[in-house]
T-cell receptor, first 109, second 113 residues
Framework: GQNIDQPTEMTATEGAIVQINCTYQTSGFNGLFWYQQHAGEAPTFLSYNVLDGLEEKGRFSSFLSRSKGYSYLLLKELQMKDSASYLCASMDSNYQLIWGAGTKLIIKP | TAGITQAPTSQILAAGRSMTLRCTQDMRHNAMYWYRQDLGLGLRLIHYSNTAGTTGKGEVPDGYSVSRANTDDFPLTLASAVPSQTSVYFC????????????FGPGTRLTVL
């Protein structure tokens, strides 16, 4: 079957680093996406990984291990505006996305 | 450019009534999608369209229908609404060329009483 798991909620402190993990089981895997969704808004694209390794984009980095079915999103120098839900989604053989339930990240001052 | 627009922003609907949620994109994307998002659950695909004139069923299609008469518009119709269809509905699109990022509309919050 196809499945995505990520923690429901995480709390971190402003200025710190947080890692949000995601495990997946997807047939015909075509890559792993991370989206950010602020409360009451639409999801917006953050990153895409298809090869093993780390992709860095400013304060955000995303990592993929295909052999382990595992990804993480790393957020550095946390800011209050990073308070949001982070959605992990894997792309299947039909190029459709299978979504996790999202991780709500709470940033405390 | 506007990207993707959805209408209405929110709606309260009596059970048994019909309703059409509108979605329009101006990016000339081939593929369009309708999702519902419920608390504690991931985005679930209702219907999709890979190109104008074609549609397909997603994970939760029952009670919903779609059409794709042209590239820009992808309306979602609830023929006879039920309370379990209370949700936030997102329309999304992408170029439809393979591994593409999906771009989302602002969503429609629907309450069925």
């Amino acid at each position: 079957g196809q499945n995505i798991d990520q923690p429901t909620e995480m709390t971190a402190t402003e200025g710190a680093i947080v890692q949000i993990n995601c495990t997946y089981q997807t047939s015909g895997f075509n890559g792993l996406f991370w989206y950010q969704q602020h409360a009451g808004e639409a999801p917006t694209f953050l990153s895409y990984n298809v090869l093993d390794g780390l992709e860095e984009k400013g304060r955000f980095s995303s990592f993929l291990s295909r052999s382990k079915g595992y990804s993480y999103l790393l957020l550095k120098e946390l800011q209050m505006k990073d308070s949001a839900s982070y959605l992990c989604a894997s792309m299947d053989s039909n190029y459709q996305l299978i979504w996790g339930a999202g991780t709500k990240l709470i940033i405390k001052p | 450019t506007a990207g993707i627009t959805q209408a209405p922003t929110s709606q309260i609907l009596a059970a048994g009534r019909s309703m059409t949620l509108r979605c329009t994109q101006d990016m000339r994307h081939n593929a369009m999608y309708w999702y519902r998002q419920d608390l504690g659950l991931g985005l679930r695909l209702i219907h999709y369209s890979n190109t104008a004139g074609t549609t397909g069923k997603g994970e939760v299609p029952d009670g919903y229908s779609v059409s794709r008469a042209n590239t820009d518009d992808f309306p979602l119709t609830l023929a006879s609404a039920v309370p379990s269809q209370t949700s936030v509905y997102f329309c999304a699109s992408n170029p439809g060329t393979g591994v593409d990022t999906q771009y989302f509309g602002p969503g429609t919050r629907l309450t069925v009483l």
